[in-house]
């Protein structure tokens, strides 16, 4: 039987929105390995992928070293932010991840996959980040949600605490992309449950640990 190629002249492809800044990471990073190979098999499927970062677009291979180039040294606090109380500092950093999810969408609005015919858009869930759900819906495609886990839900088991606000930020930043997604792909039967219960459409929920593309 002969291998099925992908016609890279059709214009197919799939489009992967990587909130998390691709510079500084304290590597090896496990999510940047899911979706390198996510993105390496949809480009081998359909002739085209490409991983959209706040820095910019990336290829498969790229994506893939940023995940596994190690920075060993430590990143250290400023002193001054150490004297902060950490719900204000909890505040400004909602507020940080806010704004940077307004340029990311601006980010996404055109690029490469421009005149391409998407067949779904992958995106790493983050507090606010829509920028893969707007393209798709631009594109007339589904939206897969890659959680790692809800972001108030597992912050609390940190032991952060958001007095006061925390139920909206969740309900604002993140259940609405729960409820949307066509399909929720998650690390963990734990995280699934997490997520029903957050308003994730259970029939829409698949667990898809996070794996390396040998």
């Given at each position: 039987m002969v291998e099925e190629r992908p016609d890279v002249s059709s214009g197919r492809g799939a489009l992967f929105a990587m909130p998390t800044s691709s510079s500084g990471q304290p590597g090896p990073v496990a999510v940047w390995i899911t979706a390198s190979g996510w993105a390496a098999a949809a480009r081998k499927m359909l002739g085209h992928a490409w991983v959209v970062t706040p820095e910019g677009v990336l290829t498969p291979e790229e994506a893939r070293a940023v995940a596994t180039t190690p920075q060993l040294s430590p990143v250290s606090r400023a002193s001054w932010k150490r004297r902060v109380p950490r719900a204000a500092a909890t505040m400004a950093k909602d507020a940080g991840r806010f704004l940077r999810a307004r340029r990311f969408r601006e980010t996404t609005r055109s690029g490469p996959w421009d005149g391409s015919d998407l067949t779904f858009v992958w995106q790493r869930h983050d507090l606010f980040h829509t920028a893969g759900f707007d393209v798709a819906r631009a594109k007339g495609c589904p939206v897969v949600l890659f959680v790692d886990a809800p972001t108030v839900w597992e912050e609390s088991r940190w032991g952060v605490r958001?007095?006061?606000?925390?139920?909206?930020?969740?309900?604002?930043?993140?259940?609405?992309?729960?409820?949307?997604?066509?399909?929720?792909?998650?690390?963990?039967?734990?995280?699934?449950?997490?997520?029903?219960?957050?308003?994730?459409?259970?029939?829409?929920?698949?667990?898809?640990?996070?794996?390396?593309?040998?």
């Open positions: 958001r007095p006061g606000w925390g139920s909206l930020v969740e309900r604002i930043g993140e259940r609405p992309q729960f409820r949307s997604a066509d399909l929720v792909a998650c690390v963990s039967e734990e995280v699934a449950e997490a997520l029903v219960e957050r308003g994730a459409p259970e029939k829409r929920v698949l667990v898809t640990p996070c794996v390396a593309d040998l």
